[in-house]
């Protein structure tokens, strides 16, 4: 039998040489590309058996290659490599189609695993990659809205949102980024005698203060520069339905007075418009500070703060829900297993142990991230630590480092490469050529790196060899 040829795609040098030492060891012919482009190229050339491209490289990324040769050939095996610490990047090539996925660095064992995975499960180009899951969208659109709990305050806070539902009082949820408050307003509305009617949202931290009133209330034609056609109002849109007006708690003064006349009298008067528009509906905002604080501070109006806090709810963080870590889990396994047409079991009892030990900052926002992750690049019936990517050497380096965690949401991939970068030199003691090894880049990228962070803050980079 004629060996199997692999073509690696990568910009690095020595990666492309150990990746073909490797492979040639194990008895592949392998074909070499030094970019996208070319590997397009040879690809064309000579249809390979596996591709194993870098996800970051000059002219054609390891995606766009993914995407170019996906529409040319649907099933041959391509496997992305990505650096360590940019998740994301696996996570999107595994969306468009990706077979696996290599997180640098890594072992000969793991890529030994990978062409036995690869070759054996798919016997060479057989069609056995599903189809790439429908990205992104279904979230927006997902009717199918539960909210999952077994957490006694949680099912005491849904208890008095629902009996509040089908009155007319103004609701103010309360609770930290991502615990669910969007979600429990839509509770409301679809459990009111309005939910037929409109449910509009406004997040009044978008916008600066004059589109917002426009946003809010409407203009009508030429009452401003700009002003080239008539606009309704979100409040106009949202008649005899509900309006949440999302983190109220950024709303500038002098809205926050037209605000409060607009629900004090029920009308509201369009920028520019002569007739004030009378109005029945239901108001429900969101806040994420404690807003009697807000209005200790003078920040915001203690007038509306009464008006809009008649039913005040309260909704806990994650990590305050006693057994909802659980049921969350199992529901988000359940969700994405069959939003990708996977069939994972459950979890391992070590990721459920990393899982229970996270601080969920982002709370439920950050382990649906989480979990939506796991599954996607799960390979065993359990989701393992790996997967999770809540990476356990990372971890662990946060926890002997009392000033920083590399994961933490919300950072951006590049401030989270430059802190592994960062770590890991003072792991090697400054050296650079094992820090690179570590990282799996070339020395050339690790100096690049740091000559860039250098003139950006030329203090805090430490001095190497
Ligand atoms: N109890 C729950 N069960 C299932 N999914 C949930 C639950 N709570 C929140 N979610 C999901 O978590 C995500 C965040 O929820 P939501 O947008 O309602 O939070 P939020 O409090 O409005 O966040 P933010 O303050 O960031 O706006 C949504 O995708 C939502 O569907
Ligand atoms: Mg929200």
Redesign the pocket.
């Not at 809205?145 to 709990?149: D, G, M, S």
């Given at each position: 039998m004629e060996p199997k040829n692999i073509l690696v795609v990568d910009d690095e040098e020595e990666m492309r040489i150990a990746l073909k030492e490797a492979l040639h060891r194990a008895g592949y012919q392998v074909t070499l590309a030094g970019d996208g482009e070319e590997g397009y190229r040879l690809f064309n050339q000579n249809p390979a058996e596996l591709v194993i491209a870098d996800m970051r490289m000059p002219k054609m990324s390891g995606l766009e290659l993914l995407q170019q040769v996906r529409e040319k050939s649907g099933s041959v095996p391509f496997v992305i490599i990505t650096a360590y610490g940019s998740v994301d990047d696996a996570v999107e090539a595994m969306k468009v189609g990706a077979t696996d996925y290599l997180l640098k660095p890594f072992s000969a064992d793991t890529l030994d695993d990978l062409l036995r995975r690869v070759f054996e499960n798919g016997a060479g180009a057989a069609p056995s990659i599903p189809a790439p899951p429908r990205p992104g969208k279904e979230?927006a659109g997902d009717t199918s809205?539960?909210?999952?709990?077994s957490n006694e305050k949680?099912k005491h806070t849904l208890d008095i949102a629902l009996r509040v539902a089908q009155s007319k009082s103004t609701v103010l949820i309360h609770?930290?980024?991502?615990?669910?408050?969007?979600?429990?307003a839509r509770f409301i509305h679809a459990n009111s005698d309005r939910s037929d009617k409109p449910f509009i949202a406004v997040n009044c931290a978008a916008l600066p203060e004059t589109l917002l009133e426009s946003e809010l209330f409407g203009h009508e034609k030429g009452s401003f520069t700009g002003a080239v056609v008539r606009k309704y109002g979100k409040f106009e849109l949202a008649n005899h339905g509900v309006i949440l007006l999302?983190?109220i708690t950024e709303m500038d003064p002098a809205l926050q007075a037209k605000l409060l006349r607009v629900l004090q009298e029920n009308e509201i008067d369009r920028v520019g418009g002569r007739e004030p528009i009378p109005l029945d509906i239901r108001v429900i905002a969101?806040t994420?500070r404690d807003l009697s604080k807000a209005v200790e501070e003078g920040k915001f109006r203690d007038d509306l703060y009464f008006r809009l806090n008649v039913i005040p709810l309260h909704?806990p963080p994650l990590r305050e829900r006693e057994g909802d870590l659980e049921v969350?889990i199992a529901?988000f396994i359940k969700k994405f297993n069959s939003m990708m047409g996977k069939a994972i079991k459950g979890i391992t009892p070590e990721a459920e142990k990393t899982l229970k030990s996270n601080e969920w900052k982002g709370n439920?926002?950050e382990l649906?991230n989480v979990m939506e992750r796991a599954v996607l690049l799960a390979r065993e019936e359990n989701i393992t630590n790996d997967d999770l990517m809540l990476v356990p050497q990372a971890a662990s380096l946060a926890r002997n480092d009392a000033h920083a965690d590399i994961t933490e949401p919300g950072r951006t991939v590049s401030e989270m490469e430059r802190r592994l970068i960062e770590r890991t030199l003072q792991s090697t003691q400054g050296n650079r050529t094992r820090a690179a090894h570590m990282l799996g880049v070339s020395i050339r990228t690790l100096r690049n790196k740091l000559n860039e962070y250098k003139s950006s803050h030329p203090e805090s980079v430490g001095q190497g060899n």
């Open positions: 979230r809205r539960h909210i999952i709990t949680m609770g930290e980024s991502g615990t669910g408050k969007e979600l429990v999302d983190e969101t994420n909704l969350l529901y439920i926002r649906e």
